[in-house]
Nanobody, 129 residues
């Protein structure tokens, strides 16, 4: 069992930055592919970024490429999402997810997330114009 807790959300002006963190319980964090997803009001949940178990490869949605950076620290059981040049359309609840078997690249391709092993409860990011 893995328990995920997101933090770091808040209110920021357009053009600003935020760093989200997702802390995981357990001693098997390094065996999970990790991803960040978001859900804006009235919209479907969407992929933001994912990272392989070792952290050597990362994948991004086109909408955040060049602005967001995903990273992980397996010694601290934490995955991060550095968000720069934020836009009002980035406003959403941001969730982290973990999956034991799913490749990081696949997280950016699938549209049905119901099979993902674990989800956090999310952290709200609001970007004002």
């Amino acid at each position: 069992q893995v328990h995920l807790v997101e933090s770091g959300g808040g209110l920021v002006q357009a053009g600003g930055s935020l760093r989200l963190s997702c802390a995981a319980s357990g001693r098997t964090f390094s065996t999970y592919t990790m991803g960040w997803f978001r859900q804006a009001p009235g919209k479907e949940r969407e992929f933001v970024a994912s990272i392989t178990r070792s952290g050597s490869n990362t994948y991004y949605a086109d909408s955040v490429k060049g602005r967001f950076t995903i990273s992980r620290d397996n010694a601290r059981n934490t995955v991060y999402l550095q968000m720069n040049s934020l836009k009002p359309e980035d406003t959403a609840v941001y969730y982290c997810a973990a999956d034991r078997l799913m490749p990081a690249q696949t997280m950016g391709i699938i549209t049905d997330y119901s099979g993902m092993d674990y989800w956090g409860k999310g952290t709200l990011v609001t970007v004002s114009s």
